[in-house]
Nanobody, 110 residues
């Protein structure tokens, strides 16, 4: 399984970004997929997750701002991030069946 994460960048507080996680070697539609993030000096934490039935879970601090979704035809899981805050700055990773993507940097300027 290989995961390719993309979509990070530099954005001002209040802005939006959409992260994408594309998988090869596995079908994201039939398994649990999660987005994690890790800020410098912090532990990696789960931000959002989606299961095979499209049930979703979110870190409390991102509820109402972030949305995880998937496009089965493209074998891609997205993380739409709105109203970004400086504390959202981190490297974001997708995880599927224990495999990690390479991470994509999100930097929010205040």
């Amino acid at each position: 399984v290989q995961l390719q994460a993309s979509g990070g960048g530099l954005v001002q507080a209040g802005g939006s970004l959409r992260l994408s996680c594309v998988a090869s070697g596995s079908h994201l539609s039939i398994n649990y997929v999660a987005w994690y993030r890790q800020a410098p000096g912090d532990q990696r934490e789960v931000v959002a997750a989606i299961d095979k039935d499209d049930n979703t879970n979110y870190l409390d601090s991102v509820k109402g701002r972030f949305t995880i979704s998937r496009d089965n035809a493209k074998n891609t899981v997205y993380l739409q991030m709105n109203n970004l805050k400086a504390e959202d700055t981190a490297v974001y990773y997708c995880n599927h069946l224990g495999h990690w993507g390479q991470g994509t940097q999100v930097t929010v300027s205040s």
